[in-house]
């Protein structure tokens, strides 16, 4: 019987697979945050149809072209993230658990002072335990098979 | 054995005092240290002594100017809880207590030694013990503590007493247990000015420390073979270094040589300065949850324990200052003690201010024979087991008691072998009786009699076989670490320490020292403006803002000591735990549902591999 062949390739654990969709779900739900405010304010109709500021306050309209704009920014630094996360780079890990960590802030604050976004939360929780797995540590070589911890 | 050449040994016969001076150890002090080894007598005539009764108040035995040796032993009946010290500095006022100060400071420039602290303990340390630290500075406020003013009138007298006595005393000690001749060697300081003087955990009028050498017997002659320098209150075997254990031993002329601490005055075996820490007392509940919370936080989720409890400090023992010791300008003048001088065994007070310090880090100590409560001290009456020499042999006793183990084990293993012969025998022979009783229903009773004796007897003969098989191993440890005797050989002088004390790399540094080190000083503070901000500006957001503020400045820490990705590791967890816990709460039916759901189908789709085969 012929010899299996070994891969060379770093093998990627399944919960990168978890973290890399639950990205994408993230994404998803950032960009219908980015486009129901434009939607409801009829700006791709109109265009801008009012002021932003009101003194030096913003309007709604200026407060949701402003939250529009930061989970615009938010998505594409999550596509960012994904390319380094499927080509198993360092950084990726490092910049994808701070992330993490920024979204999940904005997301307790949330719940406790304004509306929840449990689907947020959800991805939020699945990708920070995920990436805390020894196994997905190892990959992206932030734990070492030597290290207690990382 | 094998004589040991390359160290001083002494005639077995040698007299107790030329024993001690024979190996009387070498101690280098920090540069800036305020006090150094005394005699007591000087410093009793100045105090006064005085008793605080169990009720709170005090009483004044002896006033200052009148106290003597003679005074300090009289008997005095006293009920039970009352505390009984000496105070070397009386109540300053506040103009007295500033000219001290500044009479301190200009001492400090006559004599010009600074000490300068480098790399403090807080910068060390990490956000979370200096937040436990903070809250310890805190508590001084309700805890009693020694006035640093009382720190500097008592260096003032110290150097004034020193004037007219500048010899440096130890008083030694020699006992002989369990084969072993033990010298100590105890120090006695004016003060222990290590808060106020060198950013320790705790200032005291007086101090003692010890170190203790183990000498054993061979051929009429007392060879050294171990060393315990006392370090604060531990004690075991981590204490204890092997006297040819070249890396942790510095010896100066067969001398062996000492590393104070600064203000401290804990004894290290290498120069260096020591990080370590002060575990605050904590209430059973909350070490429980605190225990709880670390089994999850390293065992599941795999990270560093959490040590928030623990007070960070650092013990500067450089040995840039003086040295006292033989062959020196500065060398000892010994005073031989034992039970029979009074001061030692009728003094059983505090030898300092009873600061009224609950958790007794700013009272003063009690002499060498006592602990602060009267009872006697493990470090005098059992010197061997302050180091977990109890369990260890002089080397020239070692192999005989070796040999006397190892025949016992021989003996017990032919007994074994009779025995388990014997029982084999029996066990065969119930056996075949069992299997005769075999198709006699009448038998029933007997057959399950039988059968139970056999289980017994298989049982006995299993333990017997398994205590037979241990031996086995046992007697090739034995004739190993025989063979290793006869033959001079030693183990790891490291094999009994369980925690090494080592001194931080001199040449490590903080990544941003500077600036960690700017950080470590004013972040606690701003972390209180921040709350004070919050309260005043935003108070419907405190908690929130709280809880921000300290992720930002854990954060901006873990740069700063270049633990970043640890700490967003960590914190991002520890969110993720929270959100969890929110998320359960708000569907914990939907989450079972969904459990319960990929279980079932987990199942099945293994069930049904194994049915298509």
């Known amino acids: 019987m012929p010899r299996r062949k070994k891969s060379d390739k770093k093998k990627s654990p399944i919960a990168v697979s978890v973290i890399a969709v639950t990205i994408v779900v993230l994404f998803l739900i950032r960009l219908y945050q980015v486009y129901e405010p434009l939607i409801r304010h009829n700006f791709f109709k109109n265009g801008i149809g009012g002021p932003l500021f009101n003194g030096w306050s913003l309007t709604p309209l200026g407060s949701d072209l402003l939250s529009s704009v930061s989970y615009l920014l938010l998505s594409l630094a999550g596509i960012f993230v994904l390319i380094g996360f499927l080509r198993l780079q360092s950084w990726s890990w490092v910049l994808l658990m701070s992330w993490t960590g920024i979204s999940l802030v904005i997301s307790l604050v949330d719940y406790f002072y304004s509306h929840a976004n449990y689907a947020v939360m959800a991805s939020n929780v699945i990708i920070a335990f995920s990436l805390n797995l020894p196994g997905v540590q190892r990959v992206f070589n932030i734990r070492r098979d030597d290290e207690a911890h990382i | ?613």
Not at chain 2, 489 to 503: F, G, S
């Open chain 2, 1 to 613: 054995m094998k004589p040991i050449s390359d160290r001083i040994i002494a005639p077995a016969d040698t007299p107790d005092l030329e024993l001690l001076r024979k190996f009387e150890p070498v101690v280098y002090y920090t540069k800036g240290e305020q006090v150094y080894p005394a005699a007591v007598e000087y410093y009793v005539r100045e105090c006064s002594l005085r008793e605080h009764h169990p009720d709170g108040s005090e009483e004044l035995l002896v006033p200052q100017g009148q106290m003597s040796m003679e005074k300090l032993i009289e008997p005095r009946p006293a009920a039970f809880g009352t505390i009984r010290y000496l105070r070397f500095i009386e109540p300053l006022s506040l103009g007295e207590a500033a000219k001290v100060l500044a009479d301190q400071a200009a001492l400090r420039r006559q004599i010009g030694e600074y000490f300068r602290p480098g790399i403090g303990r807080l910068a060390r340390g990490g956000f979370l013990p200096r937040l436990a630290d903070g809250l310890f500075s805190l508590s001084f406020l309700l805890r009693g503590r020694v006035p640093a003013a009382d720190m500097a009138a008592a260096e003032l007298d110290y150097n004034a007493v020193r004037e007219e006595h500048p010899e440096y005393i130890y008083y030694g000690r020699v006992t002989r247990q369990a084969g072993w001749t033990v010298l100590q060697y105890w120090f006695f300081y004016y003060s222990n000015p290590w808060r106020s003087g060198f950013h320790g955990v705790n200032d005291h009028e007086s101090d003692w420390e010890m170190i203790s050498l183990y000498l054993y017997e061979d051929d009429g002659q007392l060879i050294p073979e171990w060393a315990a320098y006392a370090s604060h209150d531990f004690n075991g075997d981590d204490l204890r270094r092997r006297w040819d254990d070249k890396t942790e031993m510095t010896m100066e002329n067969g001398h062996p040589v000492v590393f104070a601490g600064a203000g401290s005055h804990a004894s290290y075996f290498r120069r260096g300065e020591y990080q370590d820490e002060v575990t605050l007392p904590q209430p059973d509940w909350l070490a429980a949850i605190i225990k709880g919370w670390n089994k999850l936080w390293t065992q599941t989720f795999g990270q560093e324990p959490v040590e928030a409890f623990h007070v960070p400090f650092v013990d500067y023992a450089r040995a840039d200052g003086l040295r006292i010791g033989p062959d020196g300008p500065n060398p000892w003048s010994p005073v031989l003690v034992d039970e029979t001088i009074p001061w030692v065994s009728q003094y059983r007070g505090l030898w300092g201010l009873f600061a009224r310090d609950p958790i007794s880090g700013e009272n003063a100590p009690a002499g060498p024979m006592y602990n602060r409560d009267g009872t006697p001290r493990g470090r005098w009456v059992d010197p061997l087991g302050f180091a977990g020499l109890d369990k260890v042999p002089p080397p020239p006793q070692a192999v005989h008691i070796l040999e006397q183990d190892s025949q016992e084990i021989s003996r017990r293993q032919r007994e074994l072998k009779a025995l388990i012969l014997e029982k084999v025998d029996l066990l065969q022979s119930m056996g075949m009786e069992l299997k005769g009783m075999e198709g006699n229903p009448h038998l029933a009773k007997q057959y399950a009699a039988q059968e139970k004796g056999i289980t017994k007897l298989a049982a006995e003969l299993r333990d017997l076989r398994k205590e037979q098989t241990e031996n086995v191993a046992l007697l090739e440890g034995f004739d190993r670490q025989l063979e290793r005797l006869r033959s001079g050989l030693k183990d790891d002088p490291h094999a009994h320490v369980k925690h090494l004390d080592a001194p931080d790399n001199p040449g490590e540094k903080l990544r941003f020292d500077r600036a960690a080190e700017t950080w470590a000083a004013v972040s606690l503070s701003l972390l209180l403006f921040v709350i004070a901000g919050l309260v005043f500006f935003a108070s419907h957001y405190v908690w929130a803002g709280l809880a921000l503020a300290l992720i930002f400045f854990v954060v901006i820490e873990s740069i700063l000591r270049g633990a970043f990705v640890e700490t967003v590791a960590w914190v991002t967890l520890v969110l993720a735990m929270v959100a969890a816990l929110i998320l359960f709460i708000h569907f914990w039916k939907w989450i079972i549902l969904a459990a319960l759901l990929v279980m079932g189908v987990s199942l099945m789709v293994q069930r049904l591999r194994e049915l298509a085969g």
